[in-house]
């Protein structure tokens, strides 16, 4: 059971007579870029943003979901679960128009299991050469899920709170700027004409404003402050 950005109600709220730890939140991660980011981007809390490598907590969930949300969602129940502690996931990633929406969920793995962010950008841009800018339309989209452990839905299961955001933009023919990571050097924005400046030379403040990212966590630092992080 999910509820919308701005859903603190319902059967995500059982189980309040319970302790509840608000001291720390468990990101669901072990990439530092994306701790650092949402950390940057979640600010300023009460609760100490750590990681699972911070906690030396194993293991992965599994993510076969057919959507972001519905990986975010399996990544915060798992580890949530798994170690007891107010766990936020998120699933992100690209999708280009001109390859139905792909990568989609696959985007961290786009060129094979193992792919570098380097590796990831050369077989896009290949995908889509000899294109103009107006089949090159894409967009990244962000879904963060918030898991309290210490809750429980109609059926046994822990709810989440979702929040989404999505930054609209195009694929760049070269990757331009070395700012962000993954796909950010050859990510125009909208905001941006064709040939403009990619994410990738956008500074950490600009691109927080507008990017899919800062959309989702603005929505989720709201949900967070009304339950005490």
Request: hydrophobic residues 40%; contains cysteine.
């Amino acid at each position: 059971m999910t509820h919308g950005a701005d859903g603190v109600r319902g059967a995500a709220d059982r189980g309040l007579d319970q302790p509840r730890d608000r001291s720390r939140l468990l990101v669901a991660t072990r990439s530092a870029h994306k701790l650092r980011e949402l950390r940057e981007l979640l600010g300023p809390l009460t609760a100490e943003l750590v990681s699972l490598d911070d906690m030396a907590i194993p293991g992965d969930a599994i993510e076969n979901g057919e959507t972001f949300a519905a990986n975010a969602a399996k990544k915060a129940r798992f580890f949530a679960a798994l170690a007891g502690l107010p766990t936020l996931a998120d699933d992100s990633g690209l999708e280009v128009d001109a390859l139905g929406g792909g990568p989609g969920v696959r985007t961290r793995r786009y060129a094979g299991e193992y792919a570098t962010d380097e590796e990831n950008n050369i077989k896009l841009i290949g995908a889509l050469e000899g294109l103009g800018a107006e089949r090159r339309g894409a967009r990244y989209r962000c879904a963060l899920a918030l898991a309290l452990p210490e809750t429980s839905g109609p059926r046994g299961g822990i709810p989440v709170r979702m929040a989404h955001g999505t930054c609209e933009g195009r694929i760049a023919t070269d990757p331009r700027g070395d700012s962000g990571f993954g796909y950010d050097p050859i990510f125009e924005p909208a905001a941006e004409a064709p040939g403009g400046r990619t994410l990738g030379q956008w500074s950490a403040e600009a691109k927080h404003r507008i990017s899919h990212r800062g959309k989702a966590a603005r929505r989720m630092h709201k949900i967070l402050v009304g339950l005490g992080f």
